[in-house]
């Protein structure tokens, strides 16, 4: 099964923002509502932000609200996450995932819920 692949990851200074994003070649992950999740080394994977089939929904965990934003392009089957005020705390490996049934529009932080993991993307903020 193809995986998801999240990009825009990299090393940045405390204060200073990415974008991630997520594709889906081989598979539409339009009619899923779309998790990211991040795992920093020794901690367990932390919901960080989900969006809803839709689009229309939005939902964070409390390390991203206020900072972080999530979106989706349909047409191009793509998933963001648009990071803001980046701290030395924010540094982890950041993942998208698909809900495992479609037309997703609740809250859902519960990694268990979601399949169709990416390989991560690393964020490493200075200070």
């Known amino acids: 099964q193809e995986q998801p692949v999240e990009s825009g990851g990299g090393l940045v200074q405390a204060g200073g923002s990415l974008k991630l994003s997520c594709t889906a070649s081989g598979r539409t992950i339009n009619n899923y509502a779309m998790g990211w999740f991040r795992q920093a080394p020794g901690k367990e994977r932390e919901f960080v932000a989900q969006?809803?089939?839709?689009?229309?929904?939005?939902y964070y965990g409390d390390s991203g609200k206020g900072r972080f934003t999530v979106s989706r392009d349909k047409a191009k089957n793509m998933v963001y996450l648009q990071m803001l005020s980046l701290s030395p705390e924010d540094t982890a490996v950041y993942y998208c995932?698909?809900?495992?049934?479609?037309?997703?529009?609740?809250?859902?932080?519960?990694?268990?819920?979601?399949?169709?993991w990416g390989q991560g993307a690393q964020v490493t903020v200075s200070s």
């Open positions: 969006i809803s089939w839709t689009g229309q929904g939005a």
């Open positions: 995932a698909a809900e495992k049934n479609p037309y997703g529009l609740a809250y859902n932080p519960n990694p268990e819920n979601y399949d169709y």
